[in-house]
C-alpha cells in the first residue's frame, strides 16, 4: 500500500467529490451544494437537487465560464487559509430570499446564477474580490475589493464604494486575523433582512505588530507582510458601522469601556444584536442595537471566571423573538431559550444550527464519541433526530432537515428519503477502530490495529490532537485514515482525547486554564497504559506523532517524557507560547503582560537540553497561522544545547498539511528510531 499516502493528499482526503456546504431554499424544496466532478478534481461546481423530482442540476460550472484557476491574492490565501479550504472552482455562494439568484464567487470574480433563466453572468465587479452576499431583496451584490466594501447591481450596473479604508491598515467588511482563526467569524459585513442596510465591521490594524513571511526557494520574491496579533500584544481596533445603500453612515456605541472582541452580528427579523467580548474573555454579552441611533443595549450577559466560551450558531432568535443561547451550569453546557435551561443534565450543546418558526435544530451529545442532532420546541419539546453511531450536523428550514451524516461507515447527506450524490473516492484502507474509555477519567481513546493482525505484540504509535480546538476520538471515519495506514504498517495505533478537548462539558475544557501542558501530557500516558492493559504492546518501543496542536504534544513527549516516548514527528508545533495569537492563546494561559508563568511553563525552548530521543521537526514555510519561527527556534535551542534532530521544511507550505506525502518520511523516520526492521 505505497501508494496509499499519494492517493490520501490526491484526493484531500477522500473529501473530494463530496457535497460541501450544502443549503436548502426557504421553502425547504430544493438542496444548492457544491461538489467537484470527480474524486481527485478540486474544482467544486454549484448543484441545485430537487426534492420533489430528484433531479439534479449543475448550475454554476467554473470550466464552461472560463474561469479557470489563477494564482490566489493575499487577500484569497488568507481567506483559505482561515477557513481551511482547499478546494477551488466554486468557492461561496448565497441567494435573495426568493431564490431568483444566487451570487457566487469563482476566482475572485463574481457571478450571477439566474435560477429562472438558468444563465450564468459574471458581473463587473471590481477583481479580486471575496465575501460577496448578495442583498435579501435581489438588488445588490456587497464585495470586498483591496479592503474596501464595495456595492453592485444585480443588472451589471452601479459598481461603487460603500466604505473606503482611511488608510493601508483599514479595512472595511473583513474579519480581522483573530476573529477568522480563533472565533470561528469569516464574515465582516451583515444585511439588514430589507437589503436597505448592511452592519459592516471596520477593523483597523494599525496597532498590530507586522511579521513577515518568506519563500527561500524564491530568493528574488518579497516576503508577505501580515498584521499578527501575538499574546500579551495589541489586538486589531475594531468597530461596527450601520451603512445605507445610498452611503448614509452611523457608528454603533456599545457603550461598553472594555470591549475588545466583536464575537459575531446577528441582523434578523427582530432588529440586529452583536456578540461582545472583553480582553480577558470572562465576559460574553449580546446587546441589541438599533441601526437609526447605533445605540446599544445589553439583552444577555455570561461570566466565567476562567474564559466565556464561545458557540457556534449563537445567538439565534425563533420566530416570536425568544433568543437562544447556551449556558454552562456546573458540568452541562445546556441550550437556554430566553435564558432558561431547556435541555437536560448530561447532554453537551456543541453548535446551534438554526431555527425554524418555534423549532431548533442543535448538535450535541451525551456520549463524547457521537454527535447528534436535536431539535427543541416548546410545542414538542426535546427529539434526538439521529441515530446512526457518527457526528451529523444539519440544516432546518420549511419543515424540511438535511442531515449531513458521518459515521464509522462513511458520509451521506440526506434529506428524507432523497440522497445526493457523492463522488468520492472509496479508500482502499478501511478504518477499523476499538473504543476505550481509558483510566480513571475514562479518556475516550481509539486503538486500530493491522488488518488480519493475529495477536502478536506490537509497537506503538500515538496520534493525538490533544488541543482544544477538536476531537479526534468521535465515530467519523476521515479521522483515522492516516491512522490506519501506520497500522497496517506494523503498529498499534492510539488516538485520546484529554481533559480540555471539546465534548465533554465546560468544566472538563477549562481543566486546562493556566497550563496546557501538565494534563496534555499525563492524559496521553494514562491512554497508552490502559491501551497496554487490553492490547499487547512493546512499551519499549513508543512513537507519537502530531500536527499544530498535536505537533506540539509529540514534541512536549519527548522532551519532558523520554522513559515513555522514544521518538516524535512534530507538525507545525506550537512551541513558543508568545508566538501565537491573543485571542486563542490568551483564552487559556491569560495575558503574559500580566503573568509570565503559564507562557513560560508551557513553551518547549527551555526543554531543548533535555533531548535525548529522536525528534523530526515538519514545518510549512509559508504557515501564517503557526508561524516557521516555532520550529526554527526550537530548532536553534536544540542545536545550542548540541542535541542533534531532524527538520523536514516544506517551501510553499501553510498550516494545512500539503498535497504531498508525508507519511511515508514520517514512516521511515519513526521505524529507523524504534529500530525496526
Known sequence: MTEYPSLLARTQRFRLGRPQRVTLTPDGRRVLFLRSRGAEDPVRCLWQLDLETGAERLLADPLTLGAGETAPSAQERARRERARDQGSGVVAYNFDQTVRLIACTIGEELHLVGMRTGTVTQL????????????????????????????????????????????????????????????????????SPEGDRLAVARVDNSPVRVWYLSDPTEPSAPPTAQRYPAAGTDNAIVDLWIFSVDGRKTRVDFGWGEYEYLVDVVWDAHGLMAVLQNRAQTVLRTVAISPETGEARILAETHDPAWTQIVPGVPVRTGSGALVATGDID????????????????????????????????????????RHLWTWSAADGLIRVTSARGCHSGIRTAGTTAILGATLDGHAVTVGARTVKDFSAASPVVPEVNFLKAGELELRTAVLLPAGWRGETLPVLMDPYGGAAMQ??????????????????????????????????????????????????????????????????????????????????????????????????????????????????????????????????????????????????????????????????????????????????????????????????????????????
Not at 595 to 615: G, H, K, V
Request: proline share 8%; net charge negative; charged share 20%.
Open 124 to 191: 463587473a465587479a471590481r477583481g479580486p474580490l471575496t465575501d460577496a452576499t448578495i442583498s435579501p431583496d435581489g438588488a445588490h451584490v456587497a464585495y470586498v475589493h483591496d479592503g474596501e466594501l464595495r456595492l453592485i447591481g444585480t443588472d451589471g450596473d452601479d459598481d461603487r464604494p460603500l466604505a473606503t479604508p482611511e488608510g493601508p491598515d483599514v479595512t472595511y467588511g473583513l474579519a480581522e486575523h483573530v476573529a477568522a482563526e480563533s472565533m470561528e467569524r469569516h464574515r465582516g459585513h451583515w444585511w
Open 331 to 370: 458540568e452541562t453546557r445546556h441550550l437556554t431559550v430566553d435564558g432558561t435551561p431547556v435541555t437536560p443534565p448530561g447532554l453537551q450543546v456543541y453548535e446551534v444550527h438554526g431555527v425554524d418558526g418555534e423549532t431548533v435544530l442543535f448538535a450535541a451529545t451525551d456520549e463524547p464519541t457521537e
Open 472 to 677: 479526534r476520538v468521535i465515530a467519523d471515519r476521515d479521522y483515522y485514515y492516516a491512522s490506519q495506514w501506520f497500522a497496517d504498517q506494523g503498529f498499534a495505533v492510539i488516538v485520546a482525547d484529554g481533559r480540555g478537548t471539546p465534548g465533554r462539558g465546560p468544566r472538563w475544557e477549562r481543566t486546562i486554564h493556566g497550563d496546557r501542558s501538565t494534563f496534555l501530557l499525563e492524559d496521553q500516558v494514562a491512554a497508552l497504559h490502559a491501551a497496554a492493559a487490553q492490547f499487547p504492546l512493546d512499551l519499549s518501543r513508543v512513537a507519537i506523532r502530531g500536527w499544530s496542536a498535536g505537533g506540539y504534544l509529540a514534541a512536549m513527549a519527548v522532551l519532558r517524557r523520554p522513559e515513555t516516548f522514544h521518538c516524535a514527528v512534530a507538525g507545525a508545533p506550537v512551541t513558543d507560547m508568545w508566538l501565537y495569537d491573543t485571542h486563542w492563546q490568551e483564552r487559556f494561559l491569560g495575558d503574559p503582560r500580566h503573568d509570565p508563568a503559564p507562557y513560560e511553563n508551557s513553551s518547549l525552548l527551555r526543554d531543548a537540553p533535555n533531548l535525548s530521543r529522536p525528534l523530526m521537526l515538519i514545518h510549512g514555510l509559508r504557515d501564517d497561522n503557526v508561524y516557521p519561527a516555532h520550529t526554527l527556534r526550537l530548532s536553534a535551542a536544540l542545536l545550542a544545547a548540541r542535541k542533534p534532530h531532524t527538520v523536514l521544511p516544506l517551501p510553499g507550505g501553510s498550516h494545512m498539511p500539503p498535497g504531498v506525502d508525508l507519511l511515508t518520511p514520517e514512516l521511515i523516520f519513526i521505524r529507523e528510531a524504534l529500530g525496526i526492521a
